[in-house]
């Protein structure tokens, strides 16, 4: 097998793709300011302040953001994710933190090592658009979390509009090859509730992103970015106008965060 440029390279599950993709990247997951901050996590750490779970998963834990806000709040927090690489970024920042309750564990969020009822609250932010499927990974979220707990899931959120959807779906596959999905708010109520959670609550919000750190942070390849700025360049107004398209290709998305409860 070869890549685009015709060097050859190892086969690849999609699992291994994102380890390739995000390990190498993990410090600047870490330092990313976009991760780092957002009224979806000061309202996660409102939510904390009041459960003060004893037991919290940090699901797709990336650059470890979560686990960094939650663990004021939280006895002990797991932050799991696919790449060692960003664990052990992690583990770093938890220690330079003085977050001694942060503990890393490595897989895939469509099989989690964990028995039954093993944590409290179950946190996920901007990780599921990467999972092989998002209605697994539910499943398996439904299944470790405590009968009286609660389960918080954030993420980008697709337009419920093909003409958005398909604008969003394509930018986002050319800066990444491994994203999968950005799922729409209306999708991922269906899954959770087919997953055995009831929604209880659904917040929308708007994230301004920053073009050139947008593809920096994943290190996007050139051509790859001349296609997302040819795609913009190209795009119709009613596109233009709902990701805000500003000259130097920076844009606005939704994002979603759903508060889950067991049913």
Do not use: K
């Not at 291994?16 to 976009?34: D, K, L, M, N, P």
């Not at 797709?60 to 790449?83: I, K, M, R």
């Amino acid at each position: 097998m070869t890549d685009p440029q015709g060097a050859p390279r190892p086969d690849l599950t999609h699992e291994a793709h994102v380890v390739r993709r995000f390990g190498a990247q993990a410090q600047a997951y870490v330092e990313s300011a976009v991760h780092a901050q957002g009224a979806d996590l000061e309202a996660l750490c409102a939510l904390l302040a009041e459960a003060r779970p004893a037991r919290l998963l940090d699901l797709g834990c990336g650059g470890g953001h979560v686990s960094f806000a939650a663990a004021p709040f939280c006895g002990q927090v797991t932050a799991y994710d696919l790449s060692g690489e960003m664990l052990e970024a992690v583990t770093a920042e938890a220690g330079r933190r003085g977050l001694a309750n942060i503990a890393t564990r490595q897989g895939s969020a469509a099989q989690l090592p964990f028995i039954d009822a093993s944590f409290d609250m179950v946190v996920s932010r901007y990780s599921a658009h990467h999972w092989r499927s998002l209605a697994a990974g539910l499943v398996e979220a439904r299944r470790v979390l405590g009968p009286l707990g609660r389960a918080v899931f954030m993420d980008v959120a697709a337009p419920e509009t093909a003409l958005e959807d398909t604008f969003l779906q394509s930018i986002e596959l050319l800066r990444d090859p491994s994203h999968v999905r950005d799922y729409a708010p209306l999708e991922w109520i269906r899954l959770a509730q087919q997953a055995g959670f009831h929604v209880s609550e659904v917040q929308q919000r708007r994230l301004r992103l920053d073009f050139a750190p947008w593809v920096a942070r994943i290190r996007t390849p050139e051509r790859h970015v001349d296609a997302i700025r040819s795609l913009q360049a190209s795009a119709s107004d009613e596109v233009r106008a709902y990701f805000e398209l500003a000259p130097d290709g920076s844009f606005t998305v939704d994002t979603v965060t759903l508060l889950l409860d067991p049913v």
